[in-house]
């Protein structure tokens, strides 16, 4: 069974600011890898599917990179609406623990 | 717009069984991989199963083997849960949803949830 952790657990930051979250997989993923924007209330919203590719109408300022084990989405210039908990998942099966990105 | 709709959940008691429905609307599930996946109160979600429309292969999380199984419907729009022996810890939000067949990773289109709660 694949084991996937997140870090940080909770990131405060502010409007504007960059924002880097890890995940990494107990053994190699190659590339499948997604991730997701959750909000309260709602189902989640993928950003990121196959490691680096945005899902369809997802902002630039999204990006995911890694291959192997070790995985980033990168949020570039936060907006205030981007407060949500968010997880990796591989290969559209097991979800991390999630990281909580909260406005500072 | 694709939309996806969850329906048949509800309160039964421990050791009961269930019957999740999952329908889509202006699309057919055929170039698709139908998920479930759930999510118990203040908890992250869970995935529980996936069903290839194309090879007809499903898997299950090792929490359901056994007890959960994934059906298709008569029509190329629908698909089934059955869950058999149900537990407390099974309780939560059920969503269904759907991702095309080349994505190796990551699930598009996700329906609102069906509430699914196991008491005694």
């Known amino acids: 069974e694949i084991v996937l952790t997140q870090s940080p657990a909770t990131l405060s930051l502010s409007a504007g600011e960059r924002a880097a979250l890890s995940c990494r997989a107990s053994?190699?993923?190659?590339?499948?890898l997604a991730w997701y924007q959750h909000k309260p209330g709602q189902a989640p919203r993928l950003l990121i599917y196959?490691?680096?590719n945005r899902a369809p109408g997802v902002p630039a300022r999204f990006s995911g990179s890694g291959s192997g084990a070790a995985f980033t989405l990168t949020i570039y210039s936060l907006e205030p609406g981007d407060s949500a908990v968010y997880y990796c998942?591989?290969?559209?099966?097991?979800f991390g623990p999630g990281t909580k990105v909260e406005m500072k | 717009e694709v939309q996806v709709v969850e329906s048949g959940g509800g309160l039964v008691q421990p050791g009961s069984s269930l019957r999740l429905s999952c329908e889509a609307s202006?699309?057919?599930?055929?170039?698709?991989?139908i998920h479930w996946v759930r999510q118990a109160p203040g908890k992250g979600p869970e995935w529980v199963s996936s069903?290839?429309?194309?090879?007809?292969?499903?898997d299950y999380a090792d929490s359901v083997k056994g007890r959960f199984t994934v059906s298709r419907g008569t029509a190329r729009n629908s698909l089934y849960l059955q869950m058999s022996s149900l537990r407390h810890e099974d309780s939560a939000l059920y969503y269904c949803?759907?991702?095309?067949?080349?994505?190796?990773?990551?699930?598009?289109?996700w329906g609102q949830g069906t509430v699914v709660s196991v008491s005694s």
């Open positions: 053994r190699s993923l190659g590339t499948d």
């Open positions: 949803a759907k991702t095309p067949f080349y994505y190796n990773s990551g699930i598009l289109f």
């Open positions: 069903f290839n429309w194309i090879s007809t292969a499903v």
């Open positions: 202006r699309f057919t599930f055929d170039d698709s991989v």
């Open positions: 998942q591989q290969r559209s099966t097991s």
């Open positions: 196959d490691a680096s």
